[in-house]
């Protein structure tokens, strides 16, 4: 296995062991107290974060973790960095509803080398190394060879609450049900992407897009084969506002659909 993988893989198990004694000792934390859940949140995001970054430090002192979208710059250098999004799926964590999850990826020369997503609770790790394809508790994964819009199911998410986007999202909406495609909305975009990744969704779509966000299901999705793009056919995601994934095959029924 790849040693650095193996790094990863014992960085996000820990900081995932941390996640469920939390998830299991909270009482359901007040919804409607904003400032207070927002709080417990924070430090439950600054403490995985920090777990994740003493492990993998530990092995490799001189990488460099890049902690918010604000420095965000992959320039082609040797230098390896991390992105560790720490809890996708907080208003679920934050209901008790068990459905969300930990990502990071390692970025080398301007291009993620590893991808992981670990789900806590059902103790599912989604993995992907450049070139050596994707997987799921060790197991090779690929994309549904699906190409017809007839029984697919969507996963949707909106991450937006700009008044276009939202309207830009119903219009989307409307169309996915005129033609009868069946869809989820799950409340964690990580976990969304994984299970495209394992054939277990049929495609992907957002409206409303933060790359620092995707990052860390990007390869996986490319070595699970699948392809992204946003609304208009374009696959420069540093350049997206919204997104659409899926094979290939699909991802093409998907965007002429979406075009209309």
Not at 21 to 36: A, E, G, P
Not at 167 to 180: F, P, Q
Not at 189 to 202: F, H, Q, R
């Amino acid at each position: 296995m790849n040693p650095m993988l193996n790094i990863a893989i014992k960085a996000i198990r820990s900081a995932g062991n941390f996640l469920i004694q939390k998830y299991v000792n909270y009482t359901k934390l007040d919804i409607n107290n904003i400032t207070k859940s927002s709080l417990a949140i924070a430090n439950i995001n600054r403490s995985m974060k920090l777990i994740i970054m003493q492990v993998i430090q530990k092995y490799y002192p001189n990488h460099i973790f890049i902690k918010n979208k604000y420095k965000l710059h992959f320039t082609k250098s040797n230098n390896t960095k991390w992105v560790i999004n720490s809890l996708d799926g907080v208003d679920n964590f934050i209901r008790k509803f068990p459905h969300f999850s930990i990502s990071i990826a390692a970025i080398v020369n301007g291009r993620s080398v590893i991808s992981l997503i670990y789900d806590p609770i059902r103790n599912d790790l989604f993995s992907a190394v450049r070139g050596n394809g994707a997987q799921l508790n060790s197991f090779r994964i690929r994309s549904n060879s699906i190409c017809k819009l007839e029984n697919i199911v969507l996963a949707l998410s909106l991450k937006s609450k700009l008044n276009n986007d939202i309207i830009l999202y119903k219009k989307v909406l409307n169309k996915l049900i005129n033609s009868h495609i069946d869809f989820r909305y799950t409340g964690s975009s990580s976990l969304d992407l994984a299970y495209l990744a394992a054939g277990k969704i049929d495609g992907y779509l957002q409206v409303g897009f933060n790359y620092f966000d995707f990052i860390s299901n990007e390869l996986l999705l490319i070595e699970s084969g699948n392809i992204l793009s946003d609304f208009i056919g374009k696959s420069d995601c540093l350049l997206f506002n919204n997104v659409i994934c899926g094979n290939p095959r699909l991802l093409k029924e998907l965007l002429i659909l979406v075009k209309e």
